[in-house]
């Protein structure tokens, strides 16, 4: 059924306040005095033996001009986890260098947060965007939580804040919340649930109410809406990376080649999902491309992603109509490299806020058990 509504901060006056951006701060007293040395990071015969094995991993979109400049800081960060005693969780939108030869676990944010609450090591290094560090954290609040860029935010999580769900609270009462894991721990903590795209269907059906509010992706709230009898009131947010295609766009595309497959991923504007063969999340996505081989695929998502299938599944071809999302790109290998020499920067929460934050994911995480 359609979207019962659509609020956003204009609904609601000035309360709404954007979180202030954080800048990166030079290398702090406490960091230098727990640093560790920095690795050589020259181009040897050695670094290419023992970095051979991760290039055959990636050598399908990482060229031998590129591979010397990055196989150093490959080899120094994976000698130094081990140092540190830290592991690194990388989001699919991470590049392939990232996601394919420094990462201990790769997935999305359903999967990442899953993971994070089995890690051993004391250390973990969130290659990802700041909410999901944020998550990492809230569901392992006795380890040390790091991010390379502190700065690396996301559209949807800066477009709400708890002061707005209680908002929308007074104006709903009695409506139960679901905020997308896209949101701070401040927005988690104030929500009745989590929910990543592979599971909003089944997290908003599973509370058995006629009406939820549902937050911050109005596209992803469109796309529940349209697979639900369930009611749903949305607000305004969209990621700036889905929200720039078009319908037109890919009927492009298909005009150009009747025969290329085309899928895209839920927070897609509603006219861009409807010239889509398959609609899905993340991890459904690349377990379609699995499944179904195509020859020829438009990925409708994040250009990472689809480097990343490529890497493991070189027969795809892919048409690359994808747009980059700036805030992952903020993490590279060099930033990395500093996050374990340094251990910065360190992602704290508030132990009242995480605590109330992490009922809501762990909400999330035992429906999926
Ligand atoms: S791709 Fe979109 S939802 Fe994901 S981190 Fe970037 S802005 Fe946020």
């Given amino acids: 059924m359609p979207i019962a509504g659509i609020y956003g901060?204009?609904?609601?006056?000035?309360?709404?306040?954007?979180?202030?951006?954080?800048?990166?701060?030079?290398?702090?007293?406490?960091?230098?005095?727990?640093?560790?040395?920095?690795?050589?990071?020259?181009?040897?015969?050695?670094v290419e033996r023992s970095t051979a094995h991760l290039y055959e991993r990636v050598k399908n979109v990482v060229s031998p001009v590129e591979w010397p400049f990055?196989?150093?800081?490959?080899?120094?960060?994976?000698?130094?986890?081990?140092?540190?005693?830290?592991?690194?969780?990388?989001?699919?939108?991470?590049?392939?260098?990232?996601?394919?030869?420094?990462?201990?676990?790769?997935?999305?944010?359903?999967?990442?947060?899953?993971?994070?609450?089995?890690?051993?090591?004391?250390?973990?290094?969130q290659c990802g965007v700041h909410f999901m560090a944020e998550t990492s954290k809230i569901l392992n609040p006795h380890k040390t939580v790091l991010i390379p860029d502190s700065r690396a935010g996301c559209s949807l999580a800066s477009s709400i804040t708890g002061a707005d769900v209680r908002l929308l609270r007074e104006r709903f009462p009695g409506v139960p919340v679901v905020a997308y894991v896209n949101t701070s721990a401040d927005v988690k903590a104030e929500v009745d649930i989590c929910c990543t795209s592979s599971n909003a269907l089944q997290v908003v059906e599973s509370l058995n109410a006629p009406t939820v509010i549902f937050l911050p992706d109005q596209y992803l709230a469109k796309y529940v809406a349209s697979k639900t009898d369930v009611k749903i009131i949305a607000w305004k947010g969209a990621c700036e990376v889905h929200e720039r295609f078009t319908g037109d766009e890919l009927r492009a595309y298909r005009e150009a080649d009747p025969s290329v497959q085309i899928i895209a991923h839920p927070e897609c504007p509603p006219d861009v999902l409807a010239e889509a063969d398959f609609t899905g999340s993340t991890a459904h996505m690349?377990?379609?491309?699995?499944?179904?081989?195509?020859?020829r695929l438009v990925m409708i998502t994040e250009c990472s992603m689809a480097d990343n299938v490529r890497a493991e599944l070189p027969d795809v071809e892919m048409v690359r109509p994808c747009n980059l999302?700036?805030?992952?790109?903020?993490?590279?290998?060099?930033?990395?490299?500093?996050?374990?020499?340094?251990l910065r920067e360190e992602v704290?929460?508030?132990?009242?806020?995480?605590?109330?934050?992490?009922?809501?994911?762990?909400?999330?995480?035992?429906?999926?058990?």
């Fill in 9 to 46: 901060p204009d609904d609601f006056g000035p309360v709404h306040g954007q979180p202030a951006a954080q800048t990166r701060s030079r290398v702090s007293p406490t960091e230098r005095a727990r640093a560790l040395p920095m690795p050589s990071l020259e181009w040897t015969p050695e």
């Fill in 70 to 125: 990055m196989a150093p800081y490959i080899k120094a960060i994976n000698e130094l986890k081990k140092t540190r005693d830290a592991v690194i969780l990388a989001h699919n939108y991470q590049t392939p260098e990232i996601f394919h030869c420094v990462a201990d676990i790769g997935g999305d944010s359903l999967q990442l947060a899953v993971e994070a609450t089995k890690v051993k090591s004391s250390v973990i290094v």
């Fill in 325 to 342: 999302c700036p805030h992952m790109k903020r993490i590279t290998l060099p930033k990395i490299l500093e996050s374990l020499i340094y």
């Fill in 348 to 369: 704290t929460v508030d132990p009242l806020i995480a605590e109330k934050a992490r009922r809501s994911v762990e909400r999330m995480i035992n429906l999926k058990n």
């Fill in 286 to 295: 690349i377990n379609w491309v699995r499944d179904k081989r195509p020859r």
